[in-house]
């Protein structure tokens, strides 16, 4: 039904920047909630930033001021600037985007964002 390609991440060194995008195509419905996730070797998938269809933005607190979530809704498409990076940051990024239509939410495969000191 719905296909997520990801793409952007990459290795960076502690300060730069990545942009990651992620693309939705198969849906005949509108797409509402947008956002990253990321996981971290041995930790939990987190939250990371979501976006409404409105364009309302919501953050997790370790990235506020730091990454800026937006959405292009004619392409379907999201984007997570990061900028002054952490090896923290480190992880693989996953793209969600939420389809009432479908009464059902899809996941990208992920890409991954590494952070060197």
């Known amino acids: 039904q719905v296909q997520l390609v990801e793409s952007g991440g990459g290795l960076v060194q502690a300060g730069g920047s990545l942009r990651l995008s992620c693309a939705a195509s198969?849906?005949?419905?509108?797409?509402?909630?947008m956002g990253w996730y990321r996981q971290a070797p041995g930790n939990q998938r987190e939250l990371v930033a979501t976006?409404?269809?409105?364009?309302?933005?919501n953050y997790a607190d370790s990235v506020k001021g730091r990454f800026t979530i937006s959405r292009d809704n004619a392409k379907n498409t999201v984007y997570l600037q990061m900028n002054s990076l952490k090896p923290e940051d480190t992880g693989v990024y996953y793209c969600?985007?939420?389809?009432?239509?479908?009464?059902?939410?899809?996941w990208g495969k992920g890409t991954l964002v590494t952070v060197s000191s």
């Open positions: 969600k985007v939420d389809v009432p239509g479908y009464g059902m939410n899809y």
């Open positions: 198969g849906s005949i419905f509108p797409i509402e909630a």
């Open positions: 976006i409404t269809r409105g364009g309302r933005p």
